[in-house]
């Protein structure tokens, strides 16, 4: 066996952060603060750090909870499937 990492980026999804970078952070998207039930898009930006992984970008979800500078964000997946997503507020936009 080789000492090959499987982290989040590896293969495809490295390719994409590659050839569509993303945007810009600006001081407003540091500070932006969303209430509680506020409704919530997935768009990973600027900083690869605390990403969520790239099956969520373009998700909608609902805040339900402020954890330190994060957000916990609930996600439906599927018919019966809830998802809870811990997001820094920099990779959050309003929807």
């Not at 994060?70 to 439906?76: S, T, W």
């Not at 998802?83 to 820094?88: A, E, G, N, T």
């Amino acid at each position: 066996m080789t000492g090959r990492s499987h982290g989040l980026f590896v293969g495809r999804t490295r390719q994409l952060a590659r050839h569509n970078p993303p945007s810009r952070l600006g001081i407003s998207k540091l500070l932006k603060n969303f209430s509680i039930g506020a409704k919530v898009l997935i768009a990973p930006k600027g900083n690869f750090n605390n990403i969520p992984h790239p099956r969520y970008r373009g998700r909608v979800g609902t805040v339900i909870e402020k954890r330190g500078d994060a957000y916990v964000v609930e996600i439906h997946t599927s018919k019966s499937t809830i998802r809870k997503l811990i997001v820094p507020q920099m990779h959050l936009d309003s929807a």
